[in-house]
């Protein structure tokens, strides 16, 4: 066979994939092209469950900004903390000498050292509060299991109740009903309730209202959303999916299953997504993050690093230095890189803008020129999509498509500019 019929036969066959890709996933091509793609390399650091805490909460939280304030990026700015915060515990010798009639809770303004190590950092530029919750659980839930007589309810509550993570994993969402499986759907006007009931008491601990939030346990629904937005929320922090309950054997129940950043709830805010796991805790640590960090690079899309509280706390000297090698480690790699707070990239993604009432004004951050938008396109579609690589890898396509990206973005992120 000669050249040029080995060519042809490869051209056919190149473009018999192509076609079969577009036409059999022609709306995914759509959307992810459609998808945000940033010019430099951006880190965000998303944490959750911050809020009221014994002192060794606010010694954990100094440390970990400490870390974040040796790290700077392009523009000088240090690293931020997305500070998802709970703004009460139950105050369990009240609710008990009530006869667990009533929910009462301790405010945040309760702990001063967790209170005062939150707002220096917020002064010092390396924290961004959000809101996580009014709670961290459902108190009509809770109080019904207490009434019941559950013992580790009682027991937990007797102690104080300060830790919600000591509660079975159903209690501690906050926007569903977890004291029996599968959980109970929240009425919208009880959502509605907490919602307001969080944004008042961030708004008073902060004088400035949240402009993103993310669910406890992620559990939320339709109703909860229409809450934020009826709120002033405007981006809603996510793991990439969205869930409105537990089965009956505790399992998360996935409706939708996959978000993208930037999409619109039937609410109107817009979709963050949480795509760099950092929770040594839980075995996902520095390796794999930066594994993940350097796809997301490639991908043009920022690292949203999800890292929570309980990581740092009581005893996180491992996990400190994970992130602090993580970080340093990034600026080496990536001379461009930018550090951002989850309000400031849900704003450039509605507006272009790099800019938030909570953080001021900053820097410009440009979109990815063609070039690279291209390439990181071919880049997500290969990384997100099982039956494309299938595809590709089928019928060779794989070999011009990684030709392309090397031709049009032969060292994705490293360059300057934007």
Known sequence: MSVAAVVLLFAALWGAAVTVVVASRGRLLVATWREPYVGVPVVVIESDDW?????????????????????RDSTGRPAVLTANLVMAVPDGEAIVASGYSRYIRRPIDRFPEVAAALRAGHGAGTLCPQLHGLDHLHPDGLLERARAGDEAVLAWLAAGGLDWEALASPLQGHYVDGSVLPTRVVAPEVQAALVAGGVEAFTAFWDEPPTSA????????DATERAWAAAGVRYIQ??????????????????????????????????????????????????????????????AQPAVLSTHRYNYSGGGAAALAGLD????????????????????????????????????????????????KVAAFLRRLWNRHGKIRAIAWGSTLVVPAALLCLLLDPRPGRGGGG
């Open 51 to 71: 809020g009221p805490g014994p002192p060794d909460h606010a010694a954990a939280l100094e440390a970990l900004l400490a870390v974040l304030d040796r790290h």
């Open 214 to 221: 993310v669910a406890p346990c992620y559990l939320w629904d």
């Open 238 to 299: 996510t793991a990439g999916y969205r869930c409105t309950g537990r089965d009956g054997s505790g399992h998360y129940v996935q409706d939708p299953p996959w978000l993208a950043p930037g999409d619109r709830s039937t609410a109107g805010p817009r979709y963050l997504v949480r795509n760099v796991m950092y929770e040594p805790r839980d075995g996902r640590g520095e390796e794999g993050a930066w594994e993940a960090l350097t796809q997301r690079v490639a991908e």
């Open 325 to 372: 090698d993580l970080l340093g480690r990034a600026r080496a790699r990536y001379p461009a890189l930018r550090f951002l707070a989850s309000p400031e990239w849900g704003r450039w993604i509605e507006r272009g803008e790099v800019a938030d009432p909570l953080t001021g004004e900053r820097p410009p951050l440009a979109p990815a020129p063609p070039r690279r």
